[in-house]
């Protein structure tokens, strides 16, 4: 009796999943109508929105061609009305779901960022993971940039903002859901990397001389966005009469090496926010002292000076602690306590075998050296922070959460009132 029934049970399972595998058409898209958004620029004149969307083109395997994407152009009162743009004079869809980042503008970040990123929020189809980052200039600029680390210039950005990069604490990259989360928390704060375009100092492959002389320089440096004779239209997205423009052509290598005028991101800068405003802006150092905070480092690189020598140390893992207190004479206190375990990595003069052996251990002076220099830069990135009244740390979410009885009397100058205690503290790796 029992097997029988556990028949029944696999068989009704069974048509279950055959109903659903034949109603559903599990996000199928038709390749002809809908364009697949990649990366989203947001860029502000006034009140109007320029939106630049780069769209995946479809290439066939068989003709071995490497992915490419182009650059469209739309302007509208709104996000949404210029993305509309796209489908109602060209015919193509925008779809979002395949977006993996949003670059906003200078002139956007001027203003409060959420009056573009509200599209972001509302769409069905965008993940939250979504990478957002600043940059200065417009956002057109970087989908625009020609780079040899990938065709599409959007994946190059986002390796840069990748988690690798965070958990070496070069970048603080940041998603739709973190930034979203840190603004419409009770701090109304939060931060994004400003990714720039660096232009290469050598060029390999193809000698520019000879690309120059026969027109087919793959980046010319008299674009600022890189483009050169990759401008052309590609005839997979025609632009239809009066419709969006189409900027940059294709963003895709073309072959033949590597030219000066290719560039590649960087993204060591942090901008900070405050009500959706860009109000201050993180050095590298002080973007890794903030990191080193906030994240969990692995295998991340620091360089400090010991007796004016430059020593390089590899930071094997972290741990950090905030905590918040109001005590009993009703002063507010941060305390930011950074422990972390190094060895040698590199320095700026000759070793011995035995200074270069595993088991030497790091001079203390050199740890000494390196917890002063970090809890400068913790110091610095906090002072930048209150400057700014931009709730790096999120004091006043952890004011309302642990300290209910004073938020109400604290939340408007809690930054003012905080004391600051940093702790930092390097061990050897031996």
Not at 276 to 288: C, R, S
Request: proline letters at 3%; a negative charge.
């Amino acid at each position: 009796m029992h097997s029988r029934n556990s028949v029944r049970y696999y068989l009704l399972i069974a048509a279950l999943l055959i109903f659903f595998f034949f109603s559903d058409d599990f996000g199928i898209i038709d390749i002809q109508k809908t364009a697949l958004v990649l990366a989203v620029g947001v860029d502000r004149e006034d009140n109007q929105f320029i939106v630049t969307t780069q769209i995946a083109v479809p290439q066939s395997s068989a003709q071995g061609k490497d992915a490419q994407a182009v650059q469209m152009e739309s302007r509208g009162e709104t996000v949404a009305d210029a993305l509309n743009q796209i489908n109602i004079k060209t015919g193509w869809y925008p779809k979002l779901v395949f977006c993996n980042l949003v670059v906003l503008g200078e002139g956007t970040v001027r203003q409060n960022v959420f009056d573009a990123l509200d599209f972001f929020l509302r769409d069905e189809y965008m993940s939250d993971r979504c990478l957002v980052a600043a940059c200065e200039g417009t956002a057109k600029e970087i989908l625009d940039t020609v780079t040899p680390i990938d065709p599409i210039s959007s994946v190059a950005a986002g390796k840069v903002l990748s988690d690798h990069a965070r958990k070496v604490g070069t970048v603080a990259p940041a998603t739709l859901r973190e930034f979203a989360m840190g603004y419409f928390s009770s701090a109304r704060s939060g931060w994004l990397p400003i990714l720039k375009p660096e232009t290469l100092e050598e060029s390999s492959g193809q000698e520019t001389g000879q690309t120059d002389q026969d027109g087919q320089s793959g980046g010319s440096e008299d674009s600022e966005g890189g483009q050169g004779a990759l401008s052309a239209k590609p005839d997979a997205l025609p632009a239809a009469a009066g419709g969006p423009e189409e900027s940059g052509g294709k963003s895709g290598g073309q072959g033949g090496g590597q030219s000066a005028g290719e560039k590649v991101f960087s993204a060591a800068e942090t901008m900070l926010f405050s009500d959706g405003k860009a109000v201050e802006t993180l050095t590298p150092e002080e973007t890794f002292a903030f990191s080193i905070v906030v994240n969990k480092l692995r295998l991340a690189a620091y360089t400090t000076e010991s007796d004016g020598v430059p020593y390089t140390l590899n930071i094997k893992r972290n741990r950090s602690r905030i905590k918040f207190r109001v005590d009993d004479n009703a002063a507010a206190t941060l305390d930011i306590d950074v422990k972390a375990v190094a060895g040698i990595e590199s320095a700026a003069f000759s070793q011995t075998v035995p200074e270069l052996s595993d088991t030497n251990p790091v001079p203390r002076k050199v740890l000494d050296d390196a917890e002063t220099s970090l809890k400068e830069q913790i110091l610095a990135v906090f002072e930048k922070s209150r400057d700014s009244a931009c709730d790096l740390f999120g004091v006043t979410e952890k004011l309302r959460k642990f300290e209910s009885a004073y938020y109400s009397a604290y939340r408007e100058d809690i930054l003012d009132r905080l004391q600051l205690n940093v702790t930092v503290s390097f061990d050897d790796l031996r």
